[in-house]
């Protein structure tokens, strides 16, 4: 599987944006990033995933380089409910698993 | 949105004793399921993919005579941990992805963990 690597943690302000980076410089053309991210003691949670264009959902957007070589997770109002550990993660298409690595752990203060 | 429902959400057991720990895809048909483990300050790792209808995919260095695997049907999938150990206490999550239908990437759902401490 192809690797990621985030920073291990983030500080953010309430209300404020944040940007969260993930390098995947080994990334092949057919993987997709996906980010999800877990609550303490909650199961992961999908936030967004995409392949090569930028997408926004309800919840955030997804920043794709053009080389496909880094993303970068937008939340772009941070709520003290945002504060969890967000996994950027390459997937296959279809049904294929998900392979988590140690994620940022985004910290929000009021 | 699709629901991934695990039960029991936390247990207790007895070292020795084996806990069967279920996962239901509550209004999907999920062929396929996933099983991970999470200990503490971790992140989770992949122990096993569940697949309807015939023997579970373990990953490597995860026992497969320990961590047994029945999916039976395509909305439930079961681990059961057997002879536990204290070193079996985790986190323990199930997922699964929504059929494709033609789309080429799904969102998995997952479950909201069992806790097991195995004293």
């Known amino acids: 599987d192809a690797k990621t690597t985030q920073p291990n943690s983030m500080e953010s302000n309430e209300e404020e944006p944040v940007h969260l980076p993930c390098n995947h410089s080994t990334i092949s053309g057919t993987d997709y990033i996906h980010w999800y991210r877990q609550l303490p003691s909650q199961g992961p949670e999908y936030v967004i995933h995409g392949l090569t264009s930028n997408v926004n959902n309800r919840m955030a957007s997804l920043a794709i380089a053009e080389d496909r070589k880094s993303s970068t997770l937008i939340l772009h109002r941070a709520t003290l409910r945002d504060a969890a550990v967000y996994y950027c993660?390459?997937?296959?298409?279809?049904?294929?698993?998900?392979?988590f690595g140690t994620g940022t752990q985004l910290k929000v203060e009021l | 949105g699709a629901v991934v429902s695990q039960h029991p959400s936390w247990v207790i057991c007895k070292s020795g004793t084996s806990v069967k720990i279920e996962c239901r895809s509550l209004?999907?048909?999920?062929?396929?399921m996933f099983w991970y483990r999470q200990f503490p300050k971790q992140s989770l790792m992949l122990m096993a993919t569940s697949n309807e209808g015939s023997k579970a995919t373990y990953e490597q260095g995860v026992e497969k005579d320990k961590f047994l695997i029945n999916h039976a049907s395509l909305t439930l999938s079961t681990l059961t941990v057997t002879s536990a150990h204290p070193e079996d206490s985790s986190f323990y999550i199930c997922?699964?992805?929504?059929?494709?239908?033609?789309?080429?990437?799904?969102?998995?759902?997952f479950g909201q963990g069992t806790r097991l401490t195995v004293v």
């Open positions: 209004d999907f048909q999920a062929t396929t």
């Open positions: 993660i390459l997937g296959q298409g279809g049904g294929n698993k998900l392979t």
């Open positions: 997922s699964a992805r929504e059929p494709t239908g033609g789309r080429l990437n799904t969102e998995a759902f």
